[in-house]
């Protein structure tokens, strides 16, 4: 009973550990079991980046192909382009070559090859043997002077140009020499600096038939502070320079200053020459310059008002239809330029 019983109290804790290393052998199999799933998840997910990455890296070659086949086809076509360019210019060697021949009967006989360089290696030597090649001769610069002659014939065109109302005197002076001086430089062979205009300052009076009513009435005689015109040079024959005056609506012919200057009624007013950048005077007489583009602008604008007035009166040509007169007269009319019945 003792041996038994002693022996139970040895059992006991074999069970304990036999029953405990049974607890920790399911752990350790669950744990297992576990780490086997991880591991055959962590595997499917470095398999499925392994793909992505390779991917990614099919998608940037295929971009890169394109790149690189769209290159090609733009060199192919630069190609071309170039081979065109070299037809062209063997052409023109060849052609140069006819011409250089023609030129002189010793010329030796030109190469066999059509490259650009060899063509014109064979030109530049012939070039060398003193073959005359014909040059463009450069522009010569414009004259700063006219002839006598040359003035009086730009007078009889300049006096004949319809939209210019040389047949109001009593304003637009200033108008009228920008116009006129413009279209003297674009007309004629004249360098533009050698221009100038001509004002002259006083109690100016000077007789007209151009008669209007109004605040630009008269009883023939216009009344001005000051009047300009344009001035264009000429050779005096000594070396000298001195100008004409182109005033068409004092005179019929281009006229020197001091005649240009002895037709404004006041002795003591003299006349002077000025930059054809002067467009007028000011009230103190001080010089008006404009902008080009202003200057032009504002020439138009009175000139196209003054025209309206001198056609109305009946001094200007024109062929506007009846109706339209019959619009400008109104306009005069009611600028007190015209009266009623004119």
């Known amino acids: 009973m003792r041996m038994s019983n002693a022996l139970a109290l040895t059992a006991e804790p074999l069970r304990s550990n036999a029953s405990a290393l049974t607890s920790q052998s399911a752990s350790t199999a669950i744990v297992q079991s576990t780490a086997a799933h991880a591991y055959r998840r962590l595997d499917g997910g470095w398999q499925s980046y392994a793909r992505e990455d390779v991917d990614a890296h099919q998608r940037s070659a295929d971009v890169e192909l394109d790149r690189m086949r769209s290159m090609l086809e733009q060199l192919s076509l630069a190609a071309r382009r170039a081979d065109e360019l070299i037809d062209a210019a063997d052409q023109t060697a060849a052609a140069l070559f006819v011409a250089a021949a023609a030129a002189s009967a010793a010329v030796p006989r030109a190469p066999d090859g059509s490259f650009l360089g060899d063509w014109l290696s064979w030109l530049w030597d012939r070039l060398s043997l003193g073959i005359h090649v014909t040059e463009i001769p450069p522009k010569q610069p414009a004259p700063t002077t006219f002839t006598a002659g040359e ?13 210019i109302p040389y047949a109001f005197p009593r304003d637009g002076c200033y108008a009228r020499a920008d116009a006129m001086l413009r279209r003297i430089v674009e007309r004629y062979d004249i360098d533009p600096s050698a221009m100038r205009k001509v004002v002259i300052q006083g109690d100016l009076r000077v007789p007209t038939d151009y008669v209007y009513q109004g605040p630009f009435g008269n009883d023939r005689m216009v009344e001005w502070g000051w009047h300009i015109a344009p001035a264009v040079p000429i050779d005096a024959g000594d070396g000298a320079v001195r ?19 002895a037709a404004m009624g006041d002795p003591g007013a003299k006349p002077q020459i000025v930059s054809p950048h002067v467009y007028g005077l000011d009230h103190f007489g001080s010089p008006i310059v404009l902008s080009d583009d202003s200057a032009q602008a504002e020439s138009r604008y009175i000139l196209n008002e003054y025209l309206g007035h001198c056609v109305a009166r009946g001094y200007c040509s024109t062929t506007l239809s009846a109706a339209d007169l019959d619009i400008l007269r109104s306009r005069c009319i009611e600028a007190g330029v015209c009266s009623p019945a004119p």
């Open 151 to 163: 003035v009086r014939t730009i007078f009889l065109d300049i006096a004949d140009e319809r939209d």
């Open 243 to 261: 100008y004409l005056v182109i005033d068409p609506s004092l005179f019929k012919e281009p006229v020197s200053m001091e005649v240009w200057a």
